[in-house]
């Protein structure tokens, strides 16, 4: 399982744990909070009007039939009373009173239990013996909803409780309110609870993102991609991303170094050699002639040697780097203008002629150092492979958002074996006129500078006969302007 998933479903049991208890708990306990509210005024009117029969009953001036007449009439009137959302038409307190002995007196709703031993109910017997006396009976044993509660309080007469008069209220009251009431609570539960899943949701989400973003990351610097650390949120995943990065920077350094100087040790034996035999053979006596030949190949080998080494430090310092320091706009048209002036005294001795077709409004942005020295690796190696008064074609058109720039020669072509390593360091192919070769690292070079610019290098031989090397790169966000040539 992936982890924003796990994160999520994680988020979710959590949700689920925390939220069903404490609203089950809630649901469950509003019954009994109503309760408590109904209850506390209910003394409150039992202790009011105990007061008022003790003080006729110390008058002698009590009479049941008054106080149920009074009731009756209450009873009868319509009260139409909107209590929030629940409509009140009748009043339903109850009222009855007993002895001191527990009989009852007085009740209101029962005209036929006069003398009824009421004693062993809480509300009159726990009253009686001093306490607070309270209970909830149903109607039907069956059915919740016909509980009544009673509360009972002392009649007293010259101080002596000479009675209980109980005040009851049915909860029908309370039904109305908890069924209006659990409706909103579970309403507001699940909209809490999609909230919660939603932003849950959101949040891994995010961080399964940034997440990816890493992982996409270090599968492209695996794939040998040059590639800029992504950008994350300032949390511990920036921490990890900045470490990997570091991480990956010194591998990388020590596999470059292990590589270079195993390469480089490679390519310096054969130009070492030469020197030393040429050396050694200076020693003898020899023809002043012959002693000149020798110095010569000491002084190629050198310039091999050097050659070699400067174009190393070059290549090593572009492939080390990640991104572009100096990027400016560059003409295409002047920097294939300025290429082929440092290549005038090299064509002039071959006898070459180029054949250039550029597009004078095209235009990249980039480093003008490294792009110079790309396009004039491609320019030298169509010179070094082309025949002797022979023509190079350079061409540059935009294709599609993309510039295309493409050299050709009337060269041999790239051999079929030769395909699959032609960028690899230090391969190079015997030049058809001298038979030698170079110091194989150009076209790595070019591949290098390319891949700086978000572009690309293609190589291929021409049916007709010759080679072509593309480079193509982004084009300049700019305008473009008419075409132009020149030879």
């Known amino acids: 399982m992936r ?23 809630i649901a469950d306990s509003l019954r009994v909070r109503y309760l408590e509210s109904l209850e506390e005024p209910l003394v409150d009117q039992a202790n009011i009007l105990a007061a008022m029969v003790g003080r006729s009953m110390e008058a002698g001036q009590f009479d049941p039939n008054n106080l149920r007449r009074a009731l009756d009439e209450a009873y009868a009137r319509l009260v139409s009373a909107k209590i929030y959302e629940m409509e009140k038409k009748r009043v339903d307190i109850q009222l009855y009173i007993t002895d001191r002995a527990g009989a009852i007196l007085f009740d209101s709703r029962n005209r036929e239990s006069p003398g009824a031993d009421y004693s062993r109910w809480w509300d009159v017997g726990r009253t009686l013996s ?18 009544v509660l009673y509360v009972g309080a002392p009649i007293r007469v010259n101080g002596e409780i000479a009675g209980v008069l109980t005040v009851a209220k049915p909860t029908t009251s309370i039904n109305a309110f908890l069924d209006a009431a659990k409706p909103e609570i579970f ?12 932003l849950s949701l959101l949040v891994s989400l995010w961080l399964s993102g940034q997440i990816k973003r890493l992982i996409r990351y270090a599968n492209r610097v695996r794939d040998g991609e040059r590639v800029e650390l992504p950008d994350l949120a300032p949390t511990e995943l920036r921490d990890m991303g900045h470490a990997l990065d570091k991480m990956r920077e010194s591998l990388e350094g020590k596999r470059y170094v292990e590589r270079y100087v195993e390469t480089l040790t490679h390519e310096i034996k054969s130009p070492v050699s030469a020197i030393r035999g040429a050396a050694e053979i200076l020693e003898e006596e020899m023809p002043a002639a012959k ?35 100096a990027v400016e706009v560059i003409p295409l048209a002047a920097l294939t203008r300025s290429v082929m002036e440092t290549k005038e005294p090299i064509l002039s001795q071959k006898e070459l002629s180029v054949d250039a077709q550029i597009e004078e409004g095209l235009a990249v942005e980039g480093d003008r150092f490294l792009l110079h020295q790309a396009v004039a690796n ?51 192919l015997p030049r ?25 290098v293609r190589l291929e031989n021409i049916p007709e006969g010759g080679f072509r090397a593309s480079l193509l790169l982004p084009l300049a966000k700019q305008g473009r302007s008419g075409d132009s040539s020149f030879r």
Not at 130 to 140: D, L
Not at 411 to 420: F, I, Q, R, V
């Open 291 to 325: 002693r000149a030949q020798f110095l010569a190949n000491i002084r190629s080998e050198a310039n091999r040697i050097g050659d070699l080494v400067e174009r190393m430090l070059k290549l090593s310092e572009l492939e080390t780097r990640r991104s572009l320091e």
């Open 130 to 147: 001093g306490s607070y006396g309270a209970r909830t009976t149903r109607e039907n044993p069956d059915d919740p909803g016909s509980a």
């Open 432 to 456: 058809p006129d001298t038979g030698k070769k170079s110091t194989g690292l150009g076209l790595n070079f070019v591949r290098e500078v390319a891949a700086l610019h978000q572009g690309e």
């Open 378 to 428: 491609l320019l030298q190696n169509a010179i070094d492979f082309s025949p002797g008064r022979g023509r190079i074609r350079l061409r540059a058109h935009a294709d599609g958002s993309r510039l295309l720039l493409e050299v050709e020669d009337e060269g041999p072509g790239l051999p079929e074996y030769a395909k699959g390593k032609v960028f690899e360091k230090f391969f190079s």
């Open 3 to 25: 982890l924003g998933g796990a994160l999520f479903l994680a988020y979710l049991l959590i949700f689920a744990l925390c939220f069903s208890y404490p609203i089950a708990r």
């Open 187 to 198: 309403r507001v539960a699940v909209l809490s609870a999609l909230v919660a899943i939603s």
